[in-house]
């Protein structure tokens, strides 16, 4: 089984641009997450979208803003890029199975620059 | 969730048992113990978690106290490949995705 593809693997952009990251998750998995990572804040929990709703959201600014198909493909935003901005960006898919415990299986990131 | 304090770093020789403690004081009663470890540049790995009874799988062994406010990752044969950050998350069951990464503990495994 494949496992969680995140696309591009790096992306380098200016302040003021927006960017959209890709996440595809293990075939069969209906919920995905996002994590942010940096050096200084460690891994931060951003949102977790499950059948295309927004169902968890950590506290990050509305400038962070996602989105999920109906094939469980889940897409990220941020506009106005800030040089804060510059990090690891995380996908985690997971089964979300009814009554089931949950394992989070995550992608290799997508590294963001902010010049 | 649960605050949980990790040491920032150890050391473990290659071949030797790697036990990785875990403190979690205000752990409630229906909280999970989950494990995870990052490898440099790559995407956190689940490797185990637990509620109260100690658990293991191929990857480790995890050891409840049984007043729940710690607990021990083992990795029973360390090899150079498990050189890592581990972090040690308690968590509600079924969070929607969202878990609380504290900074972890930097396993060292020397030759």
Request: glycine share 10%.
């Amino acid at each position: 089984k494949a496992g969680v593809t995140q696309t591009p693997r790096y992306l380098i952009k200016t302040r003021g641009q927006q960017v959209t990251l890709s996440c595809s998750p293990i075939s069969g998995h209906r919920s995905v997450s996002w994590y942010q990572q940096t050096p200084g804040q460690g891994l931060q929990f951003l949102f977790e979208y499950f059948s295309e709703t927004q169902r968890n959201k950590g506290n990050f600014p509305g400038r962070f803003s996602g989105r999920q198909f109906s094939n469980s493909r889940s897409e990220m935003n941020v506009s106005t890029l800030e040089l804060g901005d510059s990090a690891l960006y995380l996908c985690a898919s997971s089964p979300d199975r009814t009554g089931g415990d949950e394992k989070l299986f995550f992608g290799s990131g997508t590294q963001l620059s902010v010049l | 969730d649960a605050k949980t304090t990790q040491p920032p770093s150890m050391d473990c020789a290659e071949g030797r048992a790697a036990n990785l403690p875990c403190n979690h004081s205000t752990i409630s009663g229906n909280e999970y113990v989950y494990w995870y470890r990052q490898i440099h540049s790559q995407g956190p790995q689940y490797i185990i978690h637990g509620l109260k009874n100690n658990e293991t799988n191929e990857m480790a062994s995890l050891i409840i106290t049984e007043d729940r406010k710690s607990s021990t990752l083992i990795l029973p044969h360390a090899t150079l490949r498990d050189t890592a950050v581990y972090y040690c998350i308690a968590s509600h069951y079924n969070q929607g995705g969202k878990l609380i990464f504290g900074q972890g503990t930097e396993l060292s495994v020397k030759p």
